[in-house]
């Protein structure tokens, strides 16, 4: 009776179809909730990839080592990596993530991370902490959770990180990216993060956390900050780029 009613409460919060295409599944062939033809769609970042953003090159950037929209730009981080393309069924499910209020998607979500870390052996063991991308307190209240932050506690929890999530702050509201051009992006969060305690990142290495990296404006701008106050390496991993 009890079993019945807890899986009753599940089907309520975990409902039994694919949060990408809302068909009904098998829970047994998904991939949290995900299922496998669409698990199977997700556009992966592939090598070789720019030594900035991280990015697949194209054929004419290869012998480069960096993509043309990195050589115009410079990032305050020193090197970004990402998992998946932004597009299809990646953009669809961190849309459902993030707007939706379905946190329960960091657990698949973060296991494409952590594939990519063992994948391409990203140097987790130089990393002394991890770092989301916190949101402002008043866009904190809309969503009810940091979908960095989630992201993060599957990063850590997998690699036995600790995570410094109150480190770095938003210090003013600013406009969503989505409609903004390149530089009104960077303009848009320059200046807006401050470090709440200086002293436990000065000379650490940090591998800072969020779902999206765009422009690379609001990563490079967090990293500037941290790397302001005396950190050292700052490396960017994202869900997608």
Not at 1 to 15: E, H, Q, S, V, W
Request: aromatic fraction near 8%; hydrophobic fraction near 35%.
């Amino acid at each position: 009776m009890l079993r019945g009613l807890l899986k009753g409460i599940k089907d309520l919060i975990y409902p039994d179809c694919c949060q990408a295409c809302k068909n009904r599944i098998d829970p047994v062939e998904t991939q949290g909730l995900i299922c496998a033809r669409c698990w199977e769609k997700i556009e992966k970042n592939l090598p070789p990839f720019c030594a900035s953003c991280g990015r697949r090159l194209d054929r004419l950037s290869v012998a480069k080592n960096i993509c043309s929209s990195c050589l115009k730009s410079r990032f305050h981080f020193d090197r970004a990596f990402s998992p998946c393309a932004y597009t299809g069924v990646i953009k669809q499910l961190i849309h459902e993530f993030k707007y939706s209020g379905k946190d329960y998607l960091g657990v698949p979500l973060g296991k494409l991370m952590n594939n990519f870390i063992k994948d391409y052996r990203l140097p987790m063991e130089y990393f002394d902490f991890i770092v989301p991308v916190p949101l402002h307190k008043t866009r904190m209240r809309e969503r009810e959770f940091n979908q960095a932050q989630v992201l993060s506690e599957q990063v850590a929890k997998e690699f036995n990180k600790k995570i410094l999530p109150d480190i770095l702050l938003r210090s003013r509201p600013t406009k969503t990216q989505t409609e903004l051009t390149f530089e009104e992006r960077r303009k848009n969060v320059e200046g807006s993060f401050t470090v709440k305690d200086a002293g436990s990142i000065k000379g650490k290495n940090l591998l800072l956390i969020d779902d999206v990296l765009t422009t690379g404006s609001t990563s490079s701008a967090a990293s500037g900050a941290l790397k302001d106050c005396g950190s050292g390496i700052v490396f960017v991993l994202t869900l997608a780029s």
